[in-house]
């Protein structure tokens, strides 16, 4: 039994997402696509059947599973249309535009009472972030005390505002920092490096380890992730990304990659497969809406302290029963 | 439409087949599975069909492409059998337990005149080699001189023999070396270090190229595949295989994997993925039934030379139409 | 011609400081040495003439020039007593016990005219320091954003307080930066990990660059620096400070030092032939008084933060002309 | 007591011996310089006295010592001059042009009764080499079974001939190895590559341990030398030649440097430091007469087999008593 899924927005991660349903995915296919460009849906999605209207899609009888990857602003309502529905879906963070509308989408799954959302936060299926998350399960560096983290892009977009840095690329630390250390942030402070430069963030979790994220969305060379997670009897971080390595021109060198696709290939096939397994199992797996909801409200509460510079208190409203869960 | 896979064998490599088949793989899936233990096929293949006659799943209409991972001996008699029933075959290594029984294989595929078998070769999926392969081919670091493989296992099992460092480890080494030369081996001399201890194998090609290659079986510390390729501009070479490191009791350290399964776990998916792939698009992937062929002349040759230290020439038969390829 | 030096203090560094002096300089030879334990300061400086008085050796014509190895409170006093006879003087960090007694030596010193001090900041001499420094200065990395710094011990000694963590372990990480950057810090905030743990410590510079700093007098595993140059068009940072890779029982591991001195040992030699090239030239080298001063009002400052937790705005007196040189 | 050395030949190693015993090294001083260019010889050693005549040199009254960095020719007749006025000699290798003139050596200076001599075989000194050396001594990887060797030079110059290969580059291999394994080479094969390129060169030791090395002397992208060090239970190797890492343009990477001088510039130091504290110990350091006289043994040896591609069998005269010494 193949999973039929639907994929609605057919731009860089619409694309991407099909195209591993296509060929990377066990147990499932694509099934259908949806686009406002009917052209760009055939391109990512060919054989597919195509929507034009992505409730359609959510609607369908075709589609037993969604994936959502439109614009961030139309996140949180597909995904209510595919809870009332009871269908799965893998959305593309974030979970709504403002944190406000992911309270209810958090809301409308606890009414529900089973988890059928899965965020696309790919980092938690990396294998270097499931290496460093283990080492810290089972106390191999002993008590956690720290966590650096760097997110570094080759060059923004032209659109790219300064409060992106914290809603577009930031995210990404908050939800595998919460991941990695199994704790809830409580506070944050923000150091802008002057030259309209990268971001310097000090967070601190409610056990009192301290987060320090470099975001740099201009770093110039390529993309470049790193962490490292510091405990009481060690350390565990993550291994130059490279496959190979070339003595040329006087230099030892491996190439970044230009941007997060290459990096997380593997990552974006894994949690999909993890996705398709879990529906299959009738489990959940990933992120849940309540994390990204968790996400959003920080970044929101940062990018009004951005221009202050103060320290950030973090709150949150209680967390659902249905999202309690180990770390 | 879903390619029904039969595989035969459920030892070490048949499991891990099976395992690939159910979960890993997009347009497949496992139909079938024989092995004499019932008891061990079920467990690798729970709800596929079990046959206790490999011939009987080869020929059965549940199956239409076959992987053969049973013992050595019986790969050329259940390729040809697949061959006869023009059923696409992914055989485990070696094509057959001696370089005649290959040729007849060989023979057979060409007299049909379309490529049926790929042997598994795994390391030709494996991303590092192939990096490899294309600083070779797009000249990157110049002509092609040299190139240093290192092949390490933890510790022999008590019934490996000393031959078997030749026809079990460095078959490897003798495939993916043709493979990122895009050169036939014409010469090999063996320096066996004292001790029982490793292999240094030095092969010449065509071109004059010289691989020198460490075969050490009982290595001590680990699993531990490594090669660099030298040109007349520069060299490329592995790059360690670690995702993360530890800083932990007065070292940083990264651990080897015990054996070759969770190396070459990515390239065993990528290159079934692949195989099924080419079944569908109606081509041919990885290495051929005479790249198995020449790999098991070369490993004859060197097992015959391995007490007399002589330089060992390689000749080979005729080269098939069929098997006439661009490096 | 060789230099004369007289050694204060035959402790861990005095007796480093002797041996360096006996057995790796070129152009100076250790004459006196002091220490109010005799043994110790004969198995120190075998030869070398023994002084019970540090004044007396200070002032003796067997000493051209002193090595101020004593417990901290002591610096400054025996300092001074040097600028008084005119005689050249490299100083262990710090300068001086408290701030007020630091600014005494650069005010006399100034009075003086000419630099006869250079504090030990041994780093300044590290090559991996100076080639990035040599990247700030060349512009290869573009405009400096952000300098990340790791300090860690492996374990703090009995008698280490909170405070020392600051005073002993940071003040290196206070001097390399404003070497290593060119820039004067103005503020400084201290995030203090649970469990009594390591210390996260953000300044900021005149030119709004932003440092981070681990400061992590027990990081269990081995004595640990690293430090990472961000600029706008790319990173600088420390390799591994490995000569050697084992591969042994299961790993590929290098191991870290005990403690500071063999990280460092080329530095501290290099240190003193540049102190004593720079006596024959009539020149200066290293961190300066003033250098030593400031370090000792930021580190103040920051003890007095420790508890509260506050922003630290960092002021200073006006920088004395004898001080004004190039980054 | 300071060592008054004289230095005979101002070239590329010459002037480099002269800076290290002016400004590197404790417990010596340049005294006296010789070379055919006058000026050359005040460059490389201003305030030293100038010889015209090497003997003359040898002979003052003003030198206690002498490093000989003159061409290959004249090595041997130095020597011999030094040995027979009793000075203590550090020589640059080879020990001869002639392995018969090499042989000369050797028994003047056992007929004399006390060692001499030191060649310059720097690579003894090398941090990196020494930690080898002491896996082997301490047992700590097993049993050695092999040695992988690679030595690259960016570009050979025009006057390079093939033979220099083996007699100007592959000599360090030779030494190193003897002194890595504490082992006398008994066999040797050279297999080159085509293209004029690089050469394969396996030798074998009276053991049974296997030294594998690529001299290749055209590598194109600059100075590089590795070394492996195999055992029964692990391995030694040498770390990347790295004191920073660059993140730019694309790519992390570091620098090459352009030749040996850089790569072994703390090992020269130390070399001299070594012979400087020797002599003034009445003891012996580094690479004998013999250690010299054997390499170039095994060089000519090879350069008479370059074309013929045979075996090398090694043949010694008995070394002299006063060369027998520990591993």
Chains 1, 2, 3, 4 share one sequence.
């Not at 056990?207 to 969305?217: C, F, L, Q, R, W």
């Not at 009481?232 to 060198?253: D, H, V, Y």
């Amino acid at each position: 039994m193949s999973l039929a899924v639907g994929v609605i927005g057919a731009g860089v991660m619409g694309a991407e997402h099909a195209r591993i349903l296509r060929e990377n995915v066990s147990g499932a296919h694509l099934a259908a696509i949806c686009d406002a460009d009917p052209a760009r849906a055939a391109a990512a999605g060919p054989g597919a059947r195509f929507f034009a209207d992505p409730h359609a899609l959510i609607a369908s009888d075709a589609v037993a599973a969604v994936v959502i990857a439109s614009p961030d602003a139309t996140h949180a309502e597909f995904t209510l249309a595919a809870i009332r529905l009871g269908k799965p879906v893998l959305c593309e963070k974030p979970i709504a535009a403002e944190a406000a509308a992911g309270l209810g989408v958090v809301e409308a799954e606890a009414a529900l009472g089973r988890r059928l959302v899965q965020l696309g936060f790919m980092r938690r299926f990396d294998a270097a972030y499931g290496e460093m998350r283990r080492a810290r399960q089972d106390g191999s560096i002993g008590a956690i005390r720290l966590l650096h983290n760097i997110h570094r892009n080759r060059a923004a977009p032209g659109w790219f505002t300064g409060a992106m840095a914290l809603t577009n690329s930031f995210v990404h630390e908050i939800d595998i920092s919460r991941w990695l250390l199994g704790s809830e942030m409580v506070a944050a402070q923000i150091f802008p490096a002057a030259g309209g430069g990268p971001l310097m963030i000090v967070m601190r979790t409610e056990k009192g380890e301290i987060v320090s994220t470099e975001v740099n969305v201009n770093a110039g060379y390529g993309y470049h992730v790193h962490a490292e997670l510091v405990g009481s009897q060690g350390t565990i971080e993550m291994a130059a990304p490279a496959r190979t390595l070339c003595n040329l021109a006087g230099a030892r060198s491996f190439a970044f990659p230009p941007d997060w696709i290459p990096r997380f290939a593997q990552a974006y096939r894994t949690q999909t497969q993890a996705w398709v397994d879990a529906i299959a199992a009738g489990t959940s797996a990933g992120a849940s809406a309540w994390d990204g909801y968790v996400t959003t409200v920080i970044a929101e509460r940062l990018v009004a302290a951005l221009d202050a510079g103060q320290t950030v208190e973090i709150a949150l409203p209680p967390r659902p029963a249905l999202y309690a869960e180990a770390a």
